[in-house]
C-alpha cells in the first residue's frame, strides 16, 4: 500500500465544514436563548410538564435538531464533497439527541476555535502549539485521547508528533500505518475523514495497535491540510461507549485547518529565517572582499609612495592610501549591524572613531553618543567619512608635537529629523579668517562635497581653547 499517492483533497471541503460549524453554533445559541426564555416562563407559571409550556420547549428542541439535519444534509449533497467513512450506528440509523448538554458544547466547541484561532495568530512556538491543540480539540469532543500525527514520507508511517492521554513513551516515538488499510492512513491520502465507532468490529480498516493498548473503543480521524502538502492527520480516540456522528466532523476538521494553516505559517517562517540568514551570510562575504580589494588599493599607494623621491608626492600618495583604506573599513563595518537597510549610527561611528584614531598614538579620543538614532546605509557612510576626515585632520595639524592631545566626538538628536554630531579638539584653533567653503585642502573639500550629497550643514569654532566642528545631518534623504 505504501505506493498510493497522498490525495490532496478540496480545501474547499474544509472552508465549508467550519463555516457550516459557526454557523451552526450561531443559530443553536439563538435558539437555546428561546428555550431558555420559555423554560423561565414555565417555571413561573408552574405548568405540569403536558402543559403548552413544556409542548413548546419540546417544540423548540424540535427546531434545532431539523435545522440542524437539514444543514447537514444541504451541506452533504453537495457533488464535490468528499463523503466521510463512517461507521453505520446501531441499528442502520445515527441518533441525534440534542439536550441541554449537547447545546452548551456545540458552544463550546466555537469557544475553542476561536481559541486555536487566537493560538494560531499568536506565533505560539510549534510544539506547544500541537499541544494545545490536541488537549483543546480532546476537550471540545469530549474525549480521553488526541494525537497530531506527522506524516514520515521515508517510512510511509504517521508520527505521534504531540497527544494528550496516552501512556509515557508514546508523544514522539510511536507510530501507526499511513497505508489505506489504517484508518488515519486512509483519511491523510484520501482527505476524507474517517469514524470509527466500534474497533473491536471494525471490518473495514485494521485497527493499529498503539488504539488496541490503550483500550480505545472509537476514533475519528481529519486530514491536516496546509497551503503545500499535508502535514499529517489530527484524530480522536476514547474508550467509552457511545458514537462519534457526522456533525462531529466540522469541528474537528476545523481544528485541523486551524492548526495546519498555523503550520504552514511556521514553514514559511522558517524558511524566510532561513534566507535571511543566507543574505547575510552573502552580505558579509561580499563586505569582505570589497574591503581586501580597498587593502589591495591602499597597500598598492603606499609602496607607490615609498618608491618616489618626491616629498610632496609622497605625502599625497600616503594619505590616499589612508583614505581608501578607510573606506574599506566604514564599508565593513555596515556588516556588522543586523539591519542591513538601516544603521543605528551610534556603535557605527563609535567603530569608525576608534578605527581613524588608531593610528595616532598621541591622541586620546573620548566618544559620546545616544543609541536608536537610525540612518540608511548609503548616507551612513559618507558620514563616517565625514568623521574620518575631520578626526585625521585633527590629529594631523592640532597638537604640534604635542602627545596629550584630546579629541571628543559627541551625537545627539537635535530633533526628530535631524543628528548633530560634533567634533572637538583642545589643540591650538584654526587659522585667522579660516572659511571651510574656501580651503583648497582635498580633507575639506571632501567634507564639504559629502556633506553638500547629505544635505548636512556646517558649522565651526576655532580659538585658542582648540577647534569645534558641527555637523547637522538629516536622517531622511533629502528630496530636491
Known amino acids: 500500500m505504501s505506493s498510493d499517492p497522498i490525495q490532496t483533497p478540496p480545501t474547499s471541503q474544509c472552508r465549508d465544514m467550519v463555516r457550516l460549524h459557526f454557523a451552526e453554533c450561531s443559530r443553536i445559541t439563538e435558539i437555546w436563548s428561546e428555550v431558555d426564555a420559555a423554560s423561565r416562563r414555565q417555571h413561573l407559571t408552574r405548568r405540569p410538564a403536558g402543559a403548552p409550556g413544556a409542548i413548546g420547549i419540546i417544540s423548540l428542541t424540535a427546531r434545532v435538531v431539523c435545522e440542524k439535519r437539514s444543514a447537514m444534509n444541504q451541506h452533504n449533497d453537495r457533488s464535490d464533497d468528499p463523503k466521510p467513512v463512517i461507521e453505520p450506528g446501531r441499528g442502520g440509523a445515527e441518533h441525534v439527541e440534542l439536550t441541554t448538554r449537547a447545546l452548551h458544547l456545540r458552544i463550546r466547541q466555537q469557544e475553542i476555535l476561536a481559541e486555536l484561532g487566537v493560538l494560531a495568530l499568536q506565533g505560539t512556538p510549534f510544539l506547544e502549539l500541537l499541544n494545545q491543540t490536541a488537549r483543546l480539540t480532546a476537550e471540545g469532543m469530549e474525549a480521553e485521547f488526541c494525537k497530531v500525527l506527522e506524516y514520515m514520507p521515508a517510512q510511509n508511517r504517521l508520527l505521534v508528533r504531540a497527544g494528550v492521554g496516552w501512556h509515557e513513551g508514546i508523544v514522539g516515538v510511536a507510530t501507526v500505518g499511513a497505508d489505506l488499510e489504517s484508518p488515519s492512513g486512509f483519511a491523510l491520502r484520501t482527505g476524507k475523514p474517517v469514524i470509527s465507532n466500534h474497533l473491536e ?83 558579509k562575504e561580499i563586505s569582505h572582499r570589497v574591503k581586501n580589494s580597498l587593502q589591495i588599493v591602499s597597500g598598492m599607494l603606499h609602496l607607490q609612495a615609498s618608491s618616489v623621491h618626491d616629498d610632496a608626492l609622497r605625502t599625497h600618495l600616503a594619505e590616499a592610501s589612508g583614505r581608501v583604506s578607510a573606506i574599506g573599513r566604514a564599508y565593513e563595518r555596515l556588516s556588522y549591524d543586523a539591519d542591513v537597510e538601516d544603521i543605528d549610527l551610534g556603535p557605527y561611528l563609535q567603530d569608525v572613531c576608534a578605527d581613524a584614531i588608531s593610528v595616532a598614538s598621541h591622541c586620546k579620543l573620548d566618544f559620546d553618543a545616544v543609541h536608536r538614532i537610525q540612518l540608511d546605509a548609503d548616507r551612513a557612510i559618507s558620514l563616517a567619512l565625514i568623521i574620518n576626515e575631520f578626526l585625521t585632520n585633527a590629529a594631523k595639524y592640532a597638537f604640534s608635537n604635542r602627545s596629550d ?9 537635535q530633533d526628530e529629523n535631524t543628528a548633530l554630531i560634533s567634533v572637538r579638539d583642545d589643540g591650538v584653533g584654526l587659522p585667522a579668517g579660516f572659511d571651510p567653503s574656501k580651503s583648497r585642502g582635498l580633507g575639506m573639500r571632501i567634507i564639504a562635497a559629502l556633506s553638500k550629497q547629505l544635505g548636512a550643514a556646517i558649522s565651526h569654532r576655532g580659538d585658542v581653547d582648540g577647534t569645534e566642528f558641527v555637523l547637522m545631518v538629516p536622517l531622511q534623504r533629502v528630496t530636491e
Do not use: C
Open 201 to 283: 468490529n471494525e471490518q473495514r480498516f485494521r485497527t493499529p495497535e498503539l488504539l488496541v493498548e490503550h483500550g480505545i473503543r472509537r476514533a475519528m480521524n481529519v486530514i491536516l491540510q496546509g497551503d503545500g502538502s499535508p502535514y499529517g492527520v489530527l484524530e480522536v480516540d476514547s474508550r467509552s461507549e457511545g458514537e462519534f456522528a457526522e456533525h462531529d466532523i466540522a469541528f474537528l476538521q476545523g481544528a485541523a485547518n486551524l492548526l495546519g494553516m498555523a503550520i504552514e505559517r511556521q514553514r514559511y517562517e522558517r524558511q524566510l529565517k532561513t534566507a535571511l540568514d543566507r543574505h547575510q551570510v552573502l552580505l
Open 405 to 413: 592631545g584630546h579629541i571628543w566626538v559627541r551625537l545627539v538628536r
